[in-house]
């Protein structure tokens, strides 16, 4: 008998690839017809996890089967933004598909999921997964929820932490004192970043920032800074910066820098988790992946911040000091006041004014925001060695009065591809006092709700301008604050949220 071969017989199933151009954040999604004799001869169906294959790459990809229209045709397969960059396919290259090969990583998920602890070794099998585009979306909560609510010991947050910076690059030092500072945010305004990086660089420590976009706020220190100089460097580009200035302000999604966290992070939101195991490790991933020696926390704490008690702060520094201990971290702990924003700036361009007032020393400079500045680059001094208690303090605040922190901070940012100033938006409107009173608390989701409604951080002129803070007082018919858009629409449906929450700013009537 004639032995048969098999692949012989398997007929050409390779279909052109068309890029879509929607936006399926870091997860890759490819569409093909129902009616494709790929999905046909494959039985794949809808939601399946399949390997794409091209001539040079091959990714795994979720499965979306278009049941009507015209998106794509029988010889075409859709692929999301995710699903185009990670391919790349050269122009006339056609793509192959199977389905994929289930992930070994999932058999620790679902260990986890029924209360196992787990190692090093099983951590890097997940992390690795996910950085790779193996995990989807589903897969990926799968394991975020398995490890939130205090499901993760203090042995593997460090496991975790270690396997998310073995997942991406990592940066070394000369220098025996690297320094560098972290707030675990939820306030708004409270941009101390710049003005601390300029401090600290200006005293001759070496502080190498990276920062991260905004996933859920109004600005993260990359968009604000963006507004004044250039963040997405390279690696070797960011070791000149430091080499020349001694310090950087860039933004770490460009350096491939413990990867694994914004891939987290945006899953992590989307299920409105907030979990101490999870934070620590996203926290310590990428000062460790930064080269960082020192680090200082700025834990803001209050009512409506992201850290709500004294009680959660001092558990949440415990396990941060706790797992930097283990991977060699000095951390210094700061437990600030978080009740209310900080500034009057609420999105980039306006967070950036803030910080030029503040490093200008301008007549106008918000004072709240320059005594947050002075007290976390203190701390950074105290990290550096340079001085302690209230010589670092008086080192800190010379430096901004002097003007050796102003210079510092135009220096880097020349080095990183210049200075610009900040823009400013085209459609403005207050919001007035609707009594006189004093103003007893400021809600801060809600306003940085607003401020996103008004555009913030897409449109970088786009949020709020703080006109009031706690405790001051006045009259009715004064402005609150003011809502800035980038266009008439977003500024309409801005206001619509703040008319349906009055209380964003309290009033005291008659107080």
């Known amino acids: 008998m004639t032995a048969i071969d098999d692949t012989a017989q398997v007929p050409d199933f390779s279909l052109r690839p068309v890029r879509l151009g929607i936006d399926t954040h870091h997860e890759p999604v490819v569409v093909l017809r129902a009616d494709s004799p790929v999905v046909r001869a494959e039985g794949f169906e809808a939601h399946a996890r399949i390997e794409v294959l091209g001539a040079q790459r091959s990714i795994v990809a979720t499965l979306n089967i278009l049941t009507a229209g015209e998106l794509v045709d029988t010889d075409s397969v859709g692929l999301s933004e995710a699903a185009w960059r990670r391919l790349a396919p050269a122009p ?89 500072k972290h707030c675990i945010g939820g306030l708004p305004g409270n941009r101390t970043t710049p003005i601390v990086v300029a401090i600290a660089a200006s005293l001759g420590l070496v502080m190498p920032k990276t920062s991260s976009r905004a996933i859920t706020s109004p600005a993260g220190t990359a968009d604000t800074v963006e507004t004044l100089t250039r963040v997405d460097l390279t690696l070797d580009e960011m070791r000149r910066v430091v080499d020349a200035e001694g310090g950087c302000m860039v933004w770490g999604g460009a350096m491939n820098m413990s990867p694994a966290d914004d891939l987290l992070i945006r899953v992590e939101r989307t299920l409105d988790l907030d979990s101490e195991g999870q934070l620590v490790a996203s926290v310590l991933s990428k000062k460790a992946a930064a080269g960082s020696t020192h680090v200082v926390i700025d834990i803001p704490t209050g009512p409506t911040a992201k850290v709500r ?203």
Not at 100 to 119: N, Y
Request: proline share 4%; hydrophobic share 45%; aromatic share 4%.
């Open 92 to 180: 006339g290259e056609r793509l192959r598909f199977r389905y994929a090969q289930p992930c070994e990583s999932m058999s620790h998920v679902r260990a986890k999921i029924f209360g196992e602890v787990l190692d090093e070794t099983q951590f890097d099998a997940i992390i690795g997964d996910t950085v790779a585009g193996r995990l989807s979306n589903v897969e990926i909560a799968a394991f975020l929820v398995a490890c939130a609510d205090g499901r993760l010991d203090g042995s593997e947050v460090t496991a975790l932490t270690r396997a998310m910076v073995r997942s991406g690059a990592r940066l070394h030092w000369p220098q025996p004192v690297v320094v560098d």
């Open 309 to 511: 008690s004294q009680a959660d702060a001092q558990s949440l520094l415990a396990a941060l000091q706790r797992t930097a201990r283990e991977l060699g971290l000095t951390l210094h702990g700061l437990i600030s006041d978080g009740s209310q924003p900080v500034g009057r700036g609420i999105g980039p361009a306006l967070e950036a004014h803030d910080v030029l007032a503040v490093l200008r020393g301008s007549a106008d400079a918000p004072d709240d925001l320059r005594r947050r500045a002075l007290q976390v680059a203190a701390a950074v001094v105290e990290c550096g060695a340079l001085a302690h208690g209230a010589a670092a303090l008086d080192l800190a605040r010379a430096a901004l009065a002097d003007g050796r922190a102003l210079r510092k901070f135009e220096a880097i940012c020349r080095a990183q591809g210049g200075l610009r100033e900040p823009g400013v938006a085209p459609f403005r409107r207050a919001l007035a006092a609707p009594c006189d009173g004093r103003v007893e608390r400021i809600d801060n989701r809600l306003l940085a709700r607003a401020a996103k409604l008004a555009g913030a951080p897409h449109a970088r002129t786009a949020g709020i301008r703080l006109a009031v803070h706690v405790g001051d007082r006045v009259e009715r018919g004064a402005p609150l604050f003011e809502l800035h858009a980038e266009s008439q629409g977003e500024l309409d449906y801005a206001e619509v949220f703040v008319r349906q929450h009055a209380d964003i700013v309290h009033l005291e009537e008659g107080a």
